[in-house]
């Protein structure tokens, strides 16, 4: 029954292909902007060269602001010093941050890891989307997902903390039930697939208002 048939492994193999074609066209589409804004640069000090010129400090600093924003915008928003990591975490945050999420976050990442990328993207990509997706719930001054990655050992520590609009849930059958439908259901499912996979552990706990995801991934 359920994602354990032949068509639940089948919607199963196309949601994850679905996942990762959208989530390395948010990380191409960031990269593009920065592209964009780098062939844009030599406009931009041609600009500021001519409000110095005629003496105009003031303009010079309002410019410099909003090429301090814009490139704030578009950059990578966190240095894990795993390029990887920081293209899908950065395509993340500042989906979250468009949508008024507040995300605070602090990670510690190698740059080489035994762990393939693809896999580390669909683990990561499924928990800020199952995240942002609860967070939209509340209010948005409420929205707040807390993320933290470090090596314990040999081994990579996730954690994922978001705020829920909703009391603690209950297990059915060793899983806490999605109540956004199969999409959510396979996410979770595809991470306990990958982390197994490695030999590793993951841990879900949900508190009145809040809900915890953490991972152990043997390196």
Same mark, same amino acid.
């Given at each position: %029954?359920?994602?354990?048939?032949? $068509?639940?492994?089948?919607?199963?193999?196309?949601?994850?292909?679905? &996942?990762?074609? @959208?989530?390395?066209?948010e990380v191409e589409?960031?990269?593009?902007?920065?592209?964009?804004?780098?062939?844009?640069?030599r406009n931009h000090l041609q600009t500021m060269k001519g409000y110095a010129a005629q003496g105009d400090l003031e303009a010079v600093r309002r410019?410099?602001?909003?090429?301090?924003?814009?490139?704030?915008?578009?950059?990578? %928003?966190?240095?894990?010093?795993? $390029?990887?990591?920081?293209?899908?975490?950065?395509?993340?945050?500042? &989906?979250?941050? @468009?949508?008024s999420i507040q995300v605070v976050a602090d990670a510690n990442?190698?740059?080489?890891?035994?762990?393939?990328?693809?896999?580390?993207?669909?683990?990561?990509?499924?928990?800020?989307?199952?995240?942002?997706?609860?967070?939209?719930?509340l209010p948005p001054d409420e929205r707040m997902i807390r993320v933290y990655m470090d090596m314990k050992g040999m081994r990579l520590y996730i954690c994922f903390t978001n705020l829920t609009a909703v009391g603690k849930q209950n297990k059915t059958?060793?899983?806490?039930?999605?109540?956004?439908g199969i999409g959510r259901g396979l996410g979770q499912k595809r991470i306990d697939d990958i982390v197994a996979r490695y030999g590793g552990?993951?841990?879900?706990?949900s508190e009145d208002g809040a809900?915890?995801?953490?991972?152990?991934l043997p390196q």
């Open positions: %029954m359920g994602l354990f048939t032949l $068509p639940g492994q089948r919607r199963l193999a196309a949601y994850q292909a679905e &996942l990762t074609n @959208a989530h390395y066209a589409n960031m990269y593009k902007e920065m592209r964009g804004w780098r062939h844009d640069y410019y410099l602001d909003e090429l301090d924003t814009e490139l704030a915008r578009i950059s990578p %928003m966190l240095k894990t010093g795993n $390029p990887m990591a920081d293209a899908i975490l950065g395509s993340k945050i500042s &989906l979250a941050r @468009a949508q990442i190698p740059v080489a890891l035994t762990t393939p990328e693809l896999d580390l993207c669909t683990i990561l990509g499924n928990l800020f989307d199952n995240a942002i997706e609860a967070s939209l719930a059958g060793g899983r806490f039930a999605s109540t956004k552990w993951v841990d879900r706990n809900f915890t995801t953490e991972i152990l």
